[in-house]
């Protein structure tokens, strides 16, 4: 049944007419858009959307600081209870705020509700009578599995993300002259390559002149591993980002261009839609790698 509704899809309006806004809809008093992030799943039925990996939670930011630029307005996220405890590594709220802290003020803020509504239109209506005028979005481009059209179509928006700038951090970490930033772990085995293949792919890329700074959990300077300000100073130094769909690939949007960022994928490997957008915006697939 679930090739008949996505072949469905190809024929049903509300997937394939794209209506692009041209003002960003509902306003408060302050000026300000209010964005629902979404209370369930699309992928997974009868099941909360938590924001339970770094890549959503820098997803969800990224999307508010585009939607902000584009309009010149700021937005308030709406996080539903869910998406305030737990994760990987137990931190799930301070890493919000760690990731907050990365953009330009005055773009995005949060707001907390201890509140997990059954479905989005008890969640829209809680936030109705809680006085604000929120939407919540949907991906037209790759829609989940269970996704349904919503007031606000936010691919679109994703195709150009304007860069931030990173915090002068030189005098605590010392980086090569022509580098590029490396991740390869992921709570996922299906996303990533072998450590025999990753070893190929970065002898290439040391051939072409650069060397390899790793971030993330598999990375041997301290600071690079957990501490966002310091892999946003490597990003913002590198040439270009080499790794797979994780949270540092969404890290690796906010500071190089789509196309100097090289993502890997096995051919029969995992593809999010986030991975897909990725790619149809320009990041280039498996550069120093040939998966056949």
Not at 30 to 41: N, P, V
Not at 140 to 154: S, T
Not at 166 to 190: G, H, Y
Request: glycine content about 6%; aromatic content about 14%.
């Amino acid at each position: 049944m679930r090739w008949l509704k996505r072949f469905l899809r190809r024929f049903d309006k509300r997937y394939t007419t794209r209506i692009y806004r041209t003002d960003p809809g509902p306003l408060d008093a302050t000026g300000r858009k209010h964005i629902a992030l979404c209370a369930r799943s699309v992928n997974s039925k009868n099941a909360p959307f938590t924001a339970t990996g770094l890549g959503d939670r820098f997803h969800l930011v990224t999307m508010g600081w585009v939607f902000s630029n584009v309009y010149n307005v700021p937005v308030v996220l709406h996080l539903t209870k869910s998406k305030q405890s737990g994760g990987q590594f137990n931190d799930k709220l301070e890493s919000w705020y760690q990731i907050l802290s990365l953009f330009p003020s005055g773009h995005v803020e949060l707001m907390l509700h201890d509140y997990e509504p059954p479905d989005e239109p008890t969640w829209m209506a809680y936030l109705e009578n809680k006085g604000f005028p929120a939407e919540t979005h949907w991906y037209q481009d790759h829609p989940g599995r269970f996704e349904k059209p919503q007031p606000l179509e936010i691919s679109h928006y994703l195709h150009t993300i304007p860069l931030i700038p990173a915090e002068d951090l030189s005098e605590e970490i010392v980086l090569p002259k022509r580098f590029v930033t490396v991740q390869w772990d992921s709570n996922d085995p299906k996303r990533t390559l072998s450590d025999d293949q990753r070893k190929e792919v970065l002898e290439r890329y040391r051939r072409d002149g650069y060397e390899a700074v790793v971030v993330g959990g598999e990375a041997t300077h301290p600071l690079l591993k957990k501490s966002l300000r310091h892999i946003a100073f490597a990003m913002s130094k590198a040439e270009l980002h080499v790794g797979v769909d994780s949270g540092f690939m969404h890290m690796a949007f906010l500071y190089f261009p789509y196309d100097r960022i090289h993502v890997y994928n096995r051919k029969k490997g995992f593809q999010s839609h986030h991975f897909l957008r990725a790619l149809d915006f320009g990041c280039i697939l498996n550069y120093h790698y040939d998966d056949r």
